[in-house]
């Protein structure tokens, strides 16, 4: 795997020692921090809300915009209580901290993102999702009734899958279910809006937290809680939380100003998705989801060859430096039409070579 050190911003094209190579990796499935509107609210925010704000939430000097830009998120993501953090990561911390002390047990998806795994549960990233899922309906049944923590993500996007956590009725109609989701794949792409997938799964008979980065498909350098009011307040209180800086309130100021251009963003790039997808006449070798912009790629060998026709695909040994490479093509709303012209006219050579 060859390692492209930059010192520009990642776009549609980046320059590499002196060469332009087309771009599908990374995670900027919107592309929003490209955009000038965006940025023109960046700078608004950062002139009336300074370049940092190093307070604890819990401070007596107290910024409105993260109430704001709370409240906001939190209606449009159809939950009651939303919290900010300065990553995904540090959300998905406070949030298992939380609910893994009223747990008796905790079941943890093959997928699930580390930063809702504890420390001592480690899960077999190679298990089938599907198997799993039947494993914990069978071992639902055949135990008494107890307090069951669900730990997984909303999408695996290395494969790509997007998971479906309905089958849980049944559990939680015997057991008392929490569910927490790492949803860091999921914002800006599936669900309502930009808001994630919080909506799918809140009218389920279980204690629901939806947790993730804001830095990938939304832009922004913060992590996101998405919960009922009772236990946001919890969450509020704990350590991990009044500890911690947030992030710079300049960019919830943008996001907040920012909707239109958001769901224009999301509108190209299902856009840019279905163009993609009807291009491809190979599926064995291209496969991908609905209205998903992650495409693996398979043989392997790929990867090589896309490289040598300056294209860079993501590809990496995954999940230990031991493991195969998995290999993928990602769509982001920077790209345009031309791209995807190009990125197949180069598959449709690879494939008859």
């Known amino acids: 795997m060859k390692i492209f050190n930059l010192n ?4 549609r094209e980046i320059v590499h020692q002196g060469k332009s190579y087309h771009y599908f990796s990374g995670t900027s499935y919107l592309g929003i921090d490209l955009v000038p509107e965006f940025q023109e609210q960046v700078v608004l925010g950062m002139e009336h809300y300074g370049l940092n704000h190093g307070l604890s939430r819990i401070n007596s000097v107290r910024l409105q915009i993260f109430d704001q830009f709370e409240s906001f998120f939190a209606k449009e993501a159809g939950a009651e209580a939303s919290l900010t953090m300065s990553s995904g990561y540090l959300a998905g911390i406070a949030a298992l901290q939380f609910l893994s002390k009223n747990s008796d047990q905790i079941w943890v998806a093959p997928d699930t ?6 420390v001592e549960l480690k899960p077999d990233a190679n298990q089938d999702f599907e198997k799993w899922k039947n494993a914990c309906l069978e071992k639902s049944t055949k135990i008494d009734r107890q307090k069951i923590l669900i730990l997984g993500n909303a999408v695996n996007p290395m494969l790509p899958e997007i998971h479906d956590y309905s089958w849980l009725l049944p559990v939680a109609e015997k057991h008392e279910v929490s569910l927490l989701v790492d949803d860091s ?5 599936l669900g309502k809006g930009v808001f994630g ?3 799918l799964w809140k009218d389920l008979p279980l204690q629901l937290v939806v947790t993730g980065s804001l830095g990938k498909g939304l832009g ?23 500890g911690a800086s947030p992030c710079p309130p300049a960019y919830l100021y943008a996001f907040l100003q920012s909707q239109t251009v958001y769901q224009e963003r999301k ?5 840019l998705i279905n163009y993609f997808v009807k291009k491809n006449q190979i599926p064995e070798h291209i496969k991908g989801v609905k209205n998903y ?13 896309f ?25 982001s709303a920077f790209h345009n039409a031309e791209d995807i012209d190009s990125i197949w006219y180069y598959i449709n050579q690879i494939y008859k070579s």
Not at 113 to 118: C, D, K, Q, S, T
Not at 220 to 242: E, H, V, W
């Open 307 to 331: 490289e040598a026709n300056q294209i860079i695909t993501s590809s990496f040994p995954y999940p230990t430096s031991k493991d195969p490479s998995v290999n993928r093509i990602i769509i």
């Open 185 to 189: 794949h999921a914002l800006g792409i």
């Open 293 to 305: 912009p992650v495409f693996s790629y398979r043989p392997e060998a790929w990867a090589a060859k």
């Open 8 to 11: 520009t911003r990642i776009d």
């Open 220 to 242: 922004l350098p913060a992590g996101i809680i998405l919960s009922d009011q009772k236990t946001c307040d919890f969450i509020q209180n704990l350590p991990i939380y009044g």
């Open 113 to 118: 993102h580390p930063a809702i795994l504890p």
């Open 267 to 271: 509108e190209r790039l299902m856009q």
């Open 197 to 199: 997938t919080y909506s």
